[in-house]
């Protein structure tokens, strides 16, 4: 079981950008795989992109072009760079780990951090 813990989150206005972290500890973060979620009240948890243990990347079509997902094994971080953001970008952004599994689907992935609050302005 890996302990994640996410941070800068914050207040953005539209077109602007935010960069994300998410450190892990407890586990061999070299061979987990990372994804990042985000979530708005009343609705599920959005798949955003992930991020291989051997660093192939996915991401989903709302954001593609806009985010970059990329680790850092040296410090057991996950990062995600949001550029150009929209007011719909807005959610709690969750950070998760598997260690089987990279994709959309949120069940499959072991371990979650807290989350942490983007709010993006128009």
């Known amino acids: 079981q890996v302990h994640l813990v996410e941070s800068g989150g914050g207040l953005v206005q539209a077109g602007g950008s935010l960069r994300l972290s998410c450190a892990a500890s407890?586990?061999?973060?070299?061979?987990?795989?990372m994804a990042w979620f985000r979530q708005t009240p009343g609705e599920e948890r959005e798949f955003v992109t992930a991020?291989?243990?051997?660093?192939?990347?996915y991401y989903a079509d709302s954001i593609k072009d806009r985010f970059t997902i990329s680790r850092d094994n040296t410090k057991n971080t996950v990062y995600l760079q949001m550029n150009s953001l929209k007011p719909e970008d807005t959610a709690v952004y969750y950070c998760?780990?598997?260690?089987?599994?990279?994709?959309?689907?949120?069940?499959?992935?072991?371990?979650w951090g807290q989350g942490t609050q983007v709010t993006v302005s128009s």
């Open positions: 991020i291989s243990s051997w660093a192939s990347t």
């Open positions: 407890g586990g061999p973060f070299n061979t987990y795989n």
């Open positions: 998760a780990a598997s260690t089987y599994y990279t994709g959309i689907m949120s069940t499959k992935y072991n371990d």
